[in-house]
């Protein structure tokens, strides 16, 4: 049996809204259809736009062909709400997919290997 799936956090540091995503295995509609809602709930409690995220994709191996267009929705939705993402990842595809990631949001978007790095970065002004 296969694993996939997204885990989401959320973390208040001083002023900051911390949502950190941990991607697993190839995602699917199902998996959007879970992490939406409480995506949708956790923001609609910030209220400021000094949200940084951090998604740890060290296991996400891509997604099914609906759950890429679930993706897309959600970057287009809550893409000025994000300050600053850190993608952590392993994989080439993963550093153009976080390229690609800054067409659709406001903020700053930067891709990392080594995940202390992205954190320290997230958590710097």
């Given at each position: 049996m296969?694993?996939?799936?997204?885990?989401?956090g959320?973390?208040?540091?001083?002023?900051h809204?911390?949502?950190?995503f941990?991607?697993?295995?190839?995602?699917?509609h199902?998996?959007?259809?879970?992490?939406?809602?409480?995506l949708d709930?956790a923001?609609?409690?910030?209220?400021?736009?000094?949200?940084?995220?951090?998604?740890?994709?060290?296991?996400?191996?891509?997604?099914?062909l609906?759950?890429?267009?679930d993706?897309?929705?959600?970057?287009?939705?809550?893409?000025?709400?994000?300050?600053?993402?850190?993608?952590?990842?392993?994989?080439?595809?993963?550093?153009?997919?976080?390229?690609?990631?800054?067409?659709?949001?406001?903020?700053?978007?930067?891709?990392?290997?080594?995940?202390?790095k992205a954190?320290?970065?997230?958590q710097s002004?």
């Open positions: 296969t694993t996939h799936g997204i885990s989401v959320i973390e208040c540091v001083g002023t809204v911390f949502l950190v941990k991607a697993i295995g190839t995602l699917t199902d998996d959007y259809q879970l992490m939406t809602p409480l709930a923001l609609q409690a910030v209220e400021h736009s000094d949200v940084r995220v951090f998604v740890d994709a060290s296991e996400f191996e891509g997604w099914e609906r759950a890429a267009w993706d897309f929705k959600l970057g287009l939705k809550y893409g000025r709400t994000f300050h600053k993402i850190a993608l952590y990842g392993h994989q080439p595809w993963q550093a153009f997919m976080a390229k690609i990631g800054r067409w659709f949001t406001s903020g700053e978007v930067k891709y990392f290997e080594d995940r202390d954190l320290n970065w997230l002004d």
